[in-house]
């Protein structure tokens, strides 16, 4: 096994689609703590911690 990273198969994220989507926050005032979350590389678009970074920026109060 050479170690390389070969993408898995799987639909491609569609950019305009995704920025459709928004998801009601219930209690502002709820802290959020997500104790597992996936950063990955080796797909056809990466979800990194940029994306990550943007993604929970929407309202919610998450703090890890």
Request: aromatic share 4%.
């Amino acid at each position: 096994m050479s170690g390389a990273r070969i993408p898995l198969p799987g639909p491609r994220v569609r950019p305009e689609w995704l920025s459709g989507l928004r998801e009601e926050v219930l209690d502002p005032s709820q802290t959020v703590a997500d104790p597992h979350h996936h950063l990955w590389r080796a797909r056809p678009d990466p979800y990194l911690l940029g994306v990550q970074a943007r993604d929970v920026g929407t309202g919610h109060d998450v703090r890890a």
